[in-house]
């Protein structure tokens, strides 16, 4: 899935029950949901703004909002 106002691909999958953020130009990870119980099904984002929602085997929507960071937060 990308978001093209971020220039952010997000990735979803059962392997590892995670959820990625990846920076397209890069390729770099940007973030890393993981430690969720089951696996992940589906990934959609808002049209109107910058959250996202997943859904997996344990029943559950987690929604989400991506934060657009101006500075990294490591130096």
Known sequence: MFNNATNVVMAAGA???QVRL????????LCVISDLPKAILTLTKANTSNDFAFG???????IMTQ???KEPLMA
């Open 15 to 17: 392997g590892a029950n």
């Open 22 to 29: 990846f920076d397209y130009e890069t390729g770099n990870v």
């Open 56 to 62: 997996s085997v344990d029943s559950k929507i987690r």
């Open 67 to 69: 934060r657009v960071m």
